[in-house]
């Protein structure tokens, strides 16, 4: 029988491997392989932070991010993976560091007790589609002439998975051969497809040959097939699916019918509007199949009050 390994790329799975203190171990050597640490560098434990810390602005901007840890080297760590774009990431980044940032000092510390703040981010499109063709990107803030750097305090980086897989197909022997510390874990989140609902087997195969010889990639890709086969987590993770395609979907239907009718106001409202619709709908249909509310408010990034009025809405009806 085949195996069934649902899409990494899910916010929801994402999170779920990659983020969960009973996986702390992948957690670490994920962080460590990306980062390219080794030796004294290395991380050696973290702290899983609240990905709720940042709190919402009185402009509506949420703070949920996908994974936020304090790590044993004294660094704060947010990793987000985002499979479309929404044309915003750069400011999304700077916005997210900014907040996670200051967010450490407390009233009356000196401003030496700020910690290095680093923010990853795994995309599935191109961010930088000129301006390089490498698929990691790390950034700092450099004086434009010296080119010295700020503060090693603020450090990006960029996973590009589109333009992984594309040198992975070209230059899969060489890279087998003397493969980046990232390359097993890019290869498990690129294995997927949740737009076809593929699994590619030439990836897959060769991660778990390269897993024989990286315990924690073995074991990341075991509790992968366990996650994968749960059946509330299939449920969850359909739920996310259709909710995301429908969000989609509203927004370039509602771009389209917007530069027919030039009403740039009118189509943010029509956006806003089909994803609420859509989400009311969704948290409805996973209310009825008995998931928690809880659960529900993590997995779609809802405030947990606002689903509880909507159950509420129903028990009333009934």
Known sequence: MTKEYLDLK???????LFGHPSRKNITIAFLNDLLNRKGQDRIVDVQYENTERIKSDPDGKTG?????????NHERINVEIQVENQHNMRE????YWTKLFSSTLEAGQNYTELVPT?????LNYLLFPHQTKRFHNRFHVYEDLEFFMWSPHLEFHTFDLTKFKSKWKKYRRGMKA???AAYPWLMMLSAADYRKKTIDTDILQELEELAMNEQEV???????ES????????LLYDARLKFLRDQLANIRGEREEGREEGRQEGLKEGIQKGIEKERETVIKKMLSKGTAPETIADMLDYPLEEIKKIQWEITRRH
Do not use: G, H
């Open 10 to 16: 899910m916010d929801f799975m994402f999170k779920q």
């Open 64 to 72: 949920r991010l996908d994974i936020l840890v304090y790590t044993s």
């Open 92 to 95: 999304r980044v700077l916005y």
């Open 118 to 122: 680093i923010m990853i981010s795994i």
């Open 178 to 180: 003397k493969p980046p």
């Open 218 to 224: 073995l074991d990341a890709i075991k509790e992968w």
């Open 227 to 234: 996650l994968s086969a749960n059946r509330e987590n299939k």
